[in-house]
């Protein structure tokens, strides 16, 4: 009864032509494809690639954005120029944003409350460090990211909501959490939002898996009951690794 949900995150990569070339590609190899997909440029390509998949089954994101609609905030991006760009989702709590750009989870809470007021679609991303890992703290750091990131938020909002989990120490890495590592932290998620809402909402909620996604280990991830999605990095930069993986079904 979820659907599944894959998206790509793109990073700081990417050039207008390279972006306009790549989602060019994207649309018309993933257009059989009915589950949702997202990708999410650099700011500087978004309204070209939201032009070039205007009309398309793929979704257009943003990978992080102000906490504020204007003002008096040099070098940030409001959630209404995100929108005028073309984008309708945002992914928020990176943890490249936790720990490169020490974003905490009051800061990302405003962000939440303010892309879900604004009318965006949320990805919000949790995760544990090695060290948390190693320390037995997994479950209190994702308890705690979770509970302070949907601070206040009401679940009227949730179908907007988007959980991504993503262990710090897969990103980028090569290292991937085992789908039964994965889906035991994602089932943690969803008993957390049985306590932060009810068990209706927990068990509605899509939660993305992140973390060295590949086209080879995507099916095995995605075969768990709790693993509804991926969020993907380096893969999503190529259409040969992206196109298996969001038709990891197929
Ligand atoms: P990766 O990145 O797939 O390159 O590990 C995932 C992410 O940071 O969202």
């Given at each position: 009864m979820r659907t599944p949900y894959i998206a790509g995150n793109w990073k700081m990569h990417m050039n207008r032509a390279e972006a306009r070339d790549l989602a060019a590609q994207l649309r018309e190899l993933l257009a059989p494809v009915k589950h949702r997909i997202m990708v999410a440029p650099p700011f500087t390509a978004i309204e070209t690639v939201a032009v070039t998949l205007q009309g398309s089954n793929i979704m257009v994101g943003a990978q992080n954005m102000a906490?504020?609609?204007?003002?008096?905030?040099?070098?940030e991006i409001s959630p209404l120029m995100l929108k005028d760009a073309g984008a309708t989702v945002v992914i928020l709590g990176h943890s490249e944003r936790r720990?490169?750009?020490?974003?905490?989870d009051g800061l990302i809470n405003e962000k939440v409350h303010l892309a879900l007021q604004e009318g965006l679609e949320v990805i919000l991303c949790v995760g544990e460090t090695l060290e948390e890992r190693e320390a037995g703290r997994v479950d209190a750091v994702v308890e705690e990211q979770l509970a302070g990131g949907l601070?206040?938020?009401?679940?009227?909002?949730?179908?907007r909501v988007t959980i991504a989990y993503e262990p710090v120490w897969a990103i980028g890495t090569g290292k991937t959490a085992t789908p039964d590592d994965a889906d035991s932290v994602h089932g943690t998620i969803r008993r957390i939002f049985t306590e932060l809402y009810n068990s209706e909402e927990a068990e509605k909620i899509v939660i993305q898996y992140g973390g060295s996604v590949k086209p080879d280990n995507v099916k095995g991830l995605m075969?768990?009951?709790?693993?509804?999605g991926a969020l993907v990095g380096?893969?999503?930069?190529?259409v040969d690794s992206f196109g298996p993986i969001v038709q990891f079904n197929s």
């Open positions: 906490p504020a609609l204007n003002g008096a905030h040099t070098g720990h490169s750009y020490g974003e905490g601070r206040e938020i009401g679940a009227s909002l949730l179908p075969s768990r009951d709790n693993i509804d380096g893969a999503s930069l190529k």
